[in-house]
């Protein structure tokens, strides 16, 4: 089967979008602080189910980001957020990945502008790709995020992280949540829970090597039928370690040597009693998407193949449609621009090839249409 | 001022195929014909012409596809939807099954749309429900001369294209080859069930049936399951079968009519003729069948005219096909009925007879017959229709009532018919029927059962596979209104396993308790939770009363359907953290009152100076726990539990005052305090986990024991490419049966394909399963692991410990290595808790893991234990609370472990581990980068107390098995402990992946050891030493040879079961009483001569060399009367049947002739 890569970037267009429908929000700025001139990006990105809130700033021309004070950078993941709460994942920044450099260990999540922040839809799943340099010297290498929602796992986030340098190693992730809210409790405990055991992390610190798959945050006493689910692959971690929490949990990954690429899914449970989703997230659900989530193709390959038979079948509607008396030749002229607007693009790699097999769809999706109205 | 971007997103191509690995879902996607079911001959397809047929049908019809193509042969292409509304659904389950997703059935569609066809069958499943593509390109398709037949078991909704309707057909001339009206299970003429239409080339039929839905329909409508439901739904296939070849070819090749015969006549008894118009160059015959669908007769229709032979009063079918120039031109059926002679016969029997007790009855006449009659009183089986009791009873002339009894019967099933047939002279004249249920509550060894039960529409389709084949023959399901699904279960002998409730206690908005969901309560009760207001501690009258009113009501009728187990819930839970209601006052004082005493008992581990039992508050967890108050923290959480524990028993209890023979428990659920809970129940099923279920199989006695595995796509080793989860946990003891998730092929967990074939994974399974069943896991069962001396402590208040202080270990951070070594070395071992103390008289050594809370009663016997010479081995801080969880100020274990005492010691850290030490005469060496210990230095002490010796670790296992020096593995260091502690091994196995699972049994004069070596070791072999030379027979296959080491040889399998014994076997010494029996009677197999504590499968084979499954059995020697008997019906075929026995043990077998005479 042919295959052709369609490297699909972001294109400014006018398509009015509805709130659920997927799409990306910039609101890009410029502006003087303290006599420097700032630059803005404030990305709201909204998955199947999931929205991303993405803040970078830096000094204008600059690609290093600031991130000195709070507001000034956010990486944060808005799904399955109690409501009036900040609980849920952070929306701030769910997850971070340090990596040690100058001294010290940098989160590369908020170092750099990114390179990259790509939509695109697949027919089962919405794709989210962000890359982002690990230092002024691009050949050091890059962070790779890539985010699936899919169709049928709307209540999960699948995240793949891809740590490409041969100049530095990860040396750990956080995933940061706040089950149930962000606010500090003093009745709240948060805890921890694996399959092997249960840790009050109000109380005390815990470190444990990784043996099963997921691990679910909750709250007791406070918010207890709220919280947030995480399954990853116990393969790529040498130890897990959660610091004594207040108000978030944050849960610390430690990379095994020479891995460089993670995986996690992270999801929520709102408003459900502990009692009953715990044990059987950890007993049954977790190995279940663990499962899935090894078996993901994290690079899927839009086929040409597709667009092909996608076009014989609205050229075959057509034909139907004409052997009934139906003036198609407006319609077969438009199918011919597709097809060689589509071979141009997919000549020149050029991701309007995307665009032609949307176009595509939509055609076959009207001519259908108009096929049967014609028994009407 | 923001600039705002919209961001256009790119709609890319499907992804390449198999960019998940996801499961083959052939077995949701496929209709083959590999499974058959009986049917009737049809004279094959019309003309000889195969139709080219594209079905769409929802996955629980599909099975009607396949019996249409038994009955009329056609090319065809299925396209299988989810259900009747959805061709898919996008959810975590079906998306781990290849081919299910909306993108992926749209593109099958569309892909299988592509090829030509004769008809396009939309079985239960709207048109207008595919994607618009799908439903234009059918449309043209028809307009191009493909048929399309819609087909609904109540209506076809019409379609929104009016072209469609404007051509309808009328006068068809096959449907005047089908009865008038009334055609099973409906009320409506033919010709308003098919309607037909013209559109261009093409035909569009639908036939709505004004019936109702049912899971299992796709093509016929409801028939409600009874004795002559075979019968109808033959008759419906054939009507179905004409409907699709009218719609996709138009009139067949010859047509017959028999008006008379249309209006469905009845004939007085004796012989009568029908006029019959057949076209002149077609030959047409008529086949007579009965109500149970056995032909009796086939006449040929000679000028014009069908002459029946005498028929005994009754209904029947009279099947009129047609042959032209030697090919099948027309088929078709009417009924008619003859008529008694005697009038209306009443019989009169018992609904339900229990206990296979005689029983009787009688049979009225409504009038008198002038001649002696001669009754036959038969008793068959249902589904079998095997005739087990028949008597002859004489009714002089002219006497209209006949008293009858039936007594020393065997009846293998849950359900049969008594039948009286009365007959003048040799000819039957009449008959009459009622069905009685024989509740049959016997529970053999090794259960199977499945979640769902067969379903009424085609649970009779489904059951010779589901049920006689693999034999998982009882099933779960939420009954229905007064019992409706398990009546038809056990007609369909499945026996039913009703969901009766679930037990779920969340926490409520006010801090009480209350139930998750009252589904279970009349629908005149709904309300009544409501009234609560969020108080429902169970412990309130008012509470019990709504339990007691739902169990009343679910279990109506049902203990007469054999319910063999009563099912209190799957995932049942509680919450510790709510029981604060209004109500929680009164009872938690009571709790603390009857668990203290006295208040001074109380003060003493509360540390409190209150006067009575009224002043005692109710302290929060949190409260009680920040101050300090333990006790007051582990009396909330035991309140919890025993509200949990006491939920379940007195469901048990109503369920029993109900149906007194009632087996009661839940399954795949959280335990609480396990042996409370399971205190007063007879089945329980945890959840896989490795502590646990060893827990339960050593405290749980002869309960139910089962764990849901197979058919989940990702979890429980459901789908591994050996099923080693039920070969494992047999194999470890922990489950006496299978639970199969799920029997229901809507659900992409099940067992079996959408034609009812086992799905491919299934099929890979079956060698494993099917020796299961067939007396292995009774082995398993039968033959108790080898005890070795060892025991491991189990404390729960210990395990609730671990979660009020970081000081008290997890007890599974060291019982799960410990348990994973006893498996890997072939190390029998037992728990001892404080309800089982006399357990430490049994043993020489005892594990100590996270036992930080031991009670007075605890730590003496445990200081007895080693008194008299026992070796105990602590991990960590043993005996620093109470059993109350109050911090001891000094360690009752002080004189064999020092005074380790709570407010001294500090929470366990991650250090370097490593040991150098002697234990008697043996050196004992261990190192790890990392262990949990309690000591930064002192990891092994050793201490002789009396006659015995103590060891403490200071170190949990768990890290230090991961983090272990491999010169210095876990294993090595508990071995060199063992041997330490005076324990030598009788059976040395070699070293082995630690995921490997072996198991010694002791059994009567042989000793039984199994493995099991998960995947990757699959062509490996591993060596046990043994204690002298053995006779060594792999079970179920033979003789291995003599030898002291035994080579268990994973070549093609995980899975390996060996007898030893000291002398040679021979194959088993069974005979057949006589070589011959009688139809009716049966064949006693002579088993006396059988070594007793064996298990042996006797299988039984027709003279057709068919086996028998349902009359295979597992025995288990030695038998009351050292014989069972091999039933044989009255209408079981004669001739030379076989039956082998084979020794499950030995593999050896004995095979012998039975003639089988009538």
């Known amino acids: 089967m042919k295959r052709i890569w369609c490297i699909v970037t972001l294109l400014a267009g006018c398509a009015v979008l509805s709130a659920a429908e997927p799409h990306i929000k910039n609101q890009e700025k410029e502006y003087a602080l303290d006599g420097v001139q700032i630059r803005e990006n404030d990305r709201s990105i909204q998955l199947d189910t999931a929205r991303l809130i993405y803040l970078t700033k830096s000094e204008k021309d600059k690609k290093a980001l600031r991130t000195g004070k709070w507001g000034e950078f956010f990486f944060g993941l808005e799904f399955g957020r109690p409501v009036r709460s900040n609980g849920g994942w952070s929306i701030w920044n769910f997850i971070e990945i340090f990596y040690w450099k100058n001294q010290r260990y940098n989160n590369a999540v908020a170092q750099y502008w990114p390179e990259n922040v790509t939509l695109t839809r697949f027919p089962d799943r919405t794709m989210l790709d962000i890359t982002t340099r690990l230092d002024d010297d691009r050949a050091a290498g890059a962070l790779n995020i890539r985010l699936f929602q899919f169709k049928s796992h709307p209540n999960w986030v699948f995240v793949r992280a891809n740590f490409e340098s041969s100049s530095f190693t990860p040396w750990r992730i956080n995933l940061n949540a706040y089950p149930g809210n962000s606010n500090e409790s003093k009745e709240r405990e948060r805890w921890a829970a694996t399959r092997e055991n249960q840790y009050n992390l109000s109380s005390a610190p815990a470190e444990f090597k990784p043996v099963s798959p997921g691990i679910i945050l909750f709250s ?13 692959n116990p393969d790529e971690f040498e130890k897990i370690v959660f610091p004594k929490a207040g108000a978030s949990v944050s849960t610390h990954l430690f990379p095994k040597k020479g891995v460089s690429e993670f995986h996690f899914a992270l999801s929520y449970f709102l408003e459900k009693p502990l009692s009953d989703v715990m044990p059987r997230f950890l007993n049954e659900d977790a190995d279940h998407i663990s499962t899935f989530l090894r078996g993901i193709d994290w690079n899927p390959t839009p086929d040409s193949d597709a667009f092909d038979k996608a076009a014989d079948e609205v050229a075959a509607t057509l034909q139907g449609m004409k052997s009934r008396g139906t003036d198609v030749g407006a319609m077969e002229k438009e199918l011919a621009f597709i097809r060689a607007e589509y071979k141009a693009a997919v000549e020149r790699k050029d991701p309007a090839a995307g665009a032609s097999m949307e176009k595509l769809e939509k055609m076959k999706k009207q001519t259908a249409g108009a096929g049967l109205d014609s028994f009407k | 001022m923001c600039k705002k971007i919209i961001i256009l997103l790119l ?20 209709i083959k014909q590999e499974y058959q079911t009986p049917y009737l001959n049809w004279g094959g397809p019309l003309n000889g012409e195969k139709l080219n047929v594209l079905f769409i049908v929802p996955r629980q019809g599909a099975r009607e596809v396949a019996e249409l193509v038994q009955r009329m042969p056609m090319e065809y292409t299925p396209y299988i939807t989810y259900n009747q509304h959805v061709a898919a659904v996008e959810n975590m389950y079906d998306a781990a099954i290849a081919g299910t997703s909306v993108y992926e059935k749209k593109q099958e569609l569309l892909e299988k749309l592509k090829k030509d066809y004769d008809l396009i069958v939309l079985g239960n499943f709207s048109l207008t429900a595919l994607p618009d593509e799908a439903q234009y390109q059918i449309l043209m398709k028809v307009v191009n001369g493909c048929g399309l037949l819609m087909v609904n078991p109540i209506r076809v909704a019409r379609l929104p294209y009016r072209k469609v309707y404007e051509n309808p057909v009328s006068n068809i001339d096959f449907i005047r080859e089908f009865p008038a ?7 409506t003429a033919p010709e308003k069930i098919f309607n037909a239409w013209q559109m261009g080339k093409g035909r569009v039929g639908t036939i709505g049936y004004e019936t109702r839905q049912s899971p299992g329909l796709s093509l016929t409508p409801y028939l409600p399951y009874s004795h002559s439901w075979q019968a109808e739904y033959e008759s419906m296939m054939a009507f179905v079968a004409r409907c699709a070849w009218w719609t996709a070819k138009g009139d067949a090749p010859a047509a017959y009519v028999g008006e008379e015969l249309r209006s469905a006549p009845s004939v007085e008894y004796g012989s009568a003729s029908f006029p019959v118009r057949v076209d002149d160059d077609a030959k047409a015959t008529a086949r007579i069948r009965n109500v149970d669908n056995r032909v009796l007769a086939e006449v040929e229709i000679r000028d014009g005219k069908l002459t029946l032979p005498a028929l005994p009063a009754g209904s029947y079918y009279c099947d009129i096909l047609l042959e032209k120039d030697g090919k099948n031109a027309a088929f078709g059926w009417y009924t008619f009925r003859v008529a008694s002679p005697v009038g209306k016969l009443v019989l009169s029997a018992p609904e339900v007879v229990d206990d296979r007790q005689n029983f009787s009855g009688s049979l009225e006449l409504e009038k008198s017959y002038p001649g002696p009659l001669t009754a036959v009183v038969e008793l068959l089986d249902s589904p079998y229709n095997r005739i087990w009791f028949r008597n002859t009873v004489q009714l002089p002339a002219g006497e209209r009532k006949l008293d009858w009894k039936i007594g020393g019967y065997h009846l293998p099933t849950l359900a049969g018919y008594v039948r009286i047939k009365l007959l003048a002279g040799p000819s039957e004249i009449a008959w009459a029927e009622q069905t009685v249920f024989f509740p049959d509550y016997r529970i053999g060894g090794y259960l199977q059962m499945g979640w769902d039960i067969l379903p009424e529409s085609t649970g009779a389709l489904y059951a010779p596979q589901l049920v006689d084949r693999f034999g998982w023959n009882l099933g779960l399901s939420h009954p229905s209104a007064e019992g409706a699904n398990a009546r038809v279960t056990a007609l369909l ?12 206690l969340k926490k409520s908005d006010t801090g009480s308790i209350e139930q998750y969901s009252w589904f279970f309560l009349p629908p005149a009760l709904k309300d009544e939770p409501k009234k609560l207001g969020g108080d429902q501690n169970f412990y309130r009258p008012e509470v019990q009363k709504l339990w007691a009113e739902g169990v009343a009501h679910r279990i109506k009728n049902l203990p007469k359907y054999s319910p063999v187990i009563y099912n209190l819930g799957d995932e049942n839970f509680f919450s510790a953290e709510g029981a604060y209601g209004p109500s929680d006052e009164q009872y938690f004082r009571e709790f603390v009152k009857s668990k203290y005493g006295s208040i001074d008992a109380l003060n003493r581990e509360w540390r409190s100076a209150y006067k009575s039992f009224d002043e005692v508050p109710h302290l929060s967890l949190q409260a009680a726990r920040e101050a300090g108050n333990f006790a007051a923290w582990f009396d909330h959480r035991q309140y919890s539990e025993k509200m949990y524990a006491d939920l379940h028993r007195f469901l048990s209890a109503e369920i029993k005052k109900h149906d007194p023979r009632a087996k009661v428990g839940a399954e795949g659920s959280v335990p609480g305090d396990l042996e409370e809970t399971i205190d007063g129940l007879e089945f329980w099923g945890p959840y896989s986990d490795p502590v646990e279920d060893e827990v339960l199989r050593s405290f749980g006695g002869d309960r139910i024991r089962m764990l849901w595995w197979g058919g989940y796509m990702s979890s429980h080793g459901g789908r591994n490419q050996y099923p080693l989860a039920i070969l494992g946990d047999t194999l470890k003891g922990t489950v006496n049966g299978s639970a199969w998730y799920s029997t229901n ?30 007396g292995m896991a009774d082995l398993l069962i039968d033959t108790p692991i080898k005890n070795s001396d060892i025991l491991v402590y189990w404390s729960h208040p210990s395990a609730s410990a671990r979660l009020l202080d970081e000081r008290c270990p997890n007890p599974n951070d060291s019982l799960n290595p410990l348990i994973r070594y006893f498996y890997q070395r072939g190390i029998g071992f037992e728990f001892v808790s404080g309800r089982t103390l006399d357990r430490l008289s049994q043993g020489k050594v005892l594990f100590l893991c996270g036992a930080s809370a031991l009670n007075e009663k605890e730590t003496a016997a445990i200081l007895d234990f080693v008194k008299k010479g026992g070796t105990v081995i602590a991990d960590m801080n043993p005996a620093i609370l109470n059993g109350y969880l109050r911090p001891q100020d000094a360690n009752p274990l002080r004189e064999i472990f020092g005074n380790i005492v709570f407010k001294d010691i500090t929470a366990p850290k991650l250090l370097p581990v490593k040991v150098d030490a002697r234990l008697g005469a043996q050196t004992v060496k261990f190192q790890a980068s990392k262990g949990l210990t309690a000591s930064e230095s002192e990891f092994m002490k050793v201490k002789r107390y009396g006659k015995g010796t103590a060891v403490l670790l200071n170190f949990g296992l768990s890290a230090a098995e991961n983090t272990a020096d491999p010169s210095t593995p876990l294993a090595g260091f508990l071995d060199s402990l063992l041997r330490g502690a005076g324990f030598t091994p009788e059976y040395k196995v070699a070293d082995s992946d630690r995921s490997t699972v072996v198991r010694i049994r002791s059994g009567n004069g042989f000793e039984l050891i199994g493995a099991l070596v998960p995947n990757d070791k699959v062509g490996t072999v591993l060596n046990v030493q043994l204690p002298g030379d053995r006779y060594i027979y792999e079970c179920y296959q033979g003789l291995v040879g003599r030898a002291n080491v035994l080579k268990m040889n994973f070549a093609d399998s995980p899975y390996r079961l060996y007898a030893l014994f000291p002398e040679k076997q021979t194959p088993p010494a069974v005979t057949l009483t006589a070589g011959q029996a009688k139809l009716g009677t049966a064949a006693m197999l002579d088993l006396s001569k059988l070594p007793a504590g064996r298990v042996y499968y006797v299988r039984v084979f027709d003279a057709d060399k068919a086996e028998q499954f349902n009359r295979n059995q597992v025995v288990k020697s030695p038998v009351a009367g050292g014989a069972v008997p091999i039933p044989l019906a009255y209408n079981d075929m004669p001739g030379a049947w076989t039956v082998i026995v084979m020794d499950v043990a030995t593999g050896l077998e004995t095979e012998l002739q039975l003639n089988v005479i009538q």
């Open chain 2, 745 to 774: 092929v809507i659900d992409p967990s099940t067992g079996f394909a959408v034609d009812y074939s086992p799905a491919q994974y299934l099929k890979n399974y079956m060698p494993y399963l099917d020796k299961l069943r067939g």
């Open chain 2, 181 to 187: 009206r009334n055609l099973p299970g409906t009320r």
């Open chain 1, 220 to 232: 007791k006493f406070v918010h207890e039928d709220f919280g947030n689910m995480i399954v990853f």
């Open chain 2, 493 to 504: 002998n499945q026996r039913f396993v009703p969901y009766l409730v679930r037990v779920g």
């Open chain 2, 11 to 30: 709609l890319c191509g499907v992804i390449a195929p198999g960019a998940f690995a996801r499961h083959d879902g052939a077995y949701l996607h496929d």
